[in-house]
């Protein structure tokens, strides 16, 4: 059980385009799901959570107006990164958490690479 | 901000060796986590620790958490090529808003056959 999924699991792009990540929760309902980005030999770094219904809490440093998480249903987020350039690219990760297992534990996506040409 | 260390951030053993990593704060967790992550792919979640002190074991892996709650061990008993990966510690983050949790920077793990 908790296995969630990315889709795409890879990406390339031209810079200027906006590419649309989806996470969802296949067997469980996700009250929040969370957004990573990790660079080469980097650890994760938390971009944002969001809860279902409500708007995405962003951590300090990420443009809300790049990053645009939508958390419609309790399976399934999105993260649009709109105008998206080579710096851009990145494995971006999702992953969450639901209130009926235990709430201290986070379930991850397989992540999604994304390369910006 | 609450912020992670781990120690080594490099580590390179032959087969059969043990060895230990460990994961610092200075900040006190309600819960701790490991993970091993491969190239590519997400984070899986090794052990979850809650209460200070608490050893926990999987297999030939022991974790321990401190009394404190600030940090926290992996230890690896004869260690395999397959144990090769990134272990990253993350600690639970009690925010207005919820729950998320703050990743260490990793340690990246290589066992030669």
């Known amino acids: 059980g908790a296995v969630v999924s990315q889709h795409p699991s890879w990406v390339i792009c031209k810079s200027g385009t906006s590419v649309k990540i989806e996470c969802r929760s296949l067997?469980?309902?996700?009250?929040?799901m969370f957004w990573y980005r990790q660079f080469p030999k980097q650890s994760l770094m938390l971009m944002a959570t969001s809860n279902e219904g409500s708007k995405a809490t962003y951590e300090q440093g990420v443009e809300k107006d790049k990053f645009l998480i939508n958390h419609a249903s309790l399976t399934l987020s999105t993260l649009t990164v709109t105008s998206a350039h080579p710096e851009d690219s990145s494995f971006y990760i999702c992953?969450?958490?639901?209130?009926?297992?235990?709430?201290?534990?986070?379930?991850f996506g397989p992540g999604t690479r994304l390369t910006v040409l | 901000t609450q912020l992670l260390e781990q120690s080594p951030q490099f580590l390179s053993i032959q087969e059969g060796e043990n060895l230990t990593v460990y994961c610092n704060s200075s900040s006190v967790f309600s819960s701790l986590q490991w993970y091993r992550q491969e190239p590519g792919e997400g984070p899986v979640l090794l052990v979850t620790v809650v209460t200070g002190g608490e050893v926990k074991k999987l297999k030939r892996l022991t974790f321990q958490f401190g009394d404190a709650r600030k940090d926290s061990s992996l230890h690896i008993t004869a260690a395999q090529p397959g144990d090769t990966g990134l272990y990253l510690c993350a600690g639970a983050d009690l925010r207005d808003y919820g729950q998320n949790f703050v990743f260490g920077p990793g340690t990246r793990l290589s066992v030669l056959p």
């Open positions: 067997d469980f309902q996700a009250t929040t």
């Open positions: 992953s969450a958490q639901t209130l009926k297992l235990n709430t201290d534990t986070q379930y």
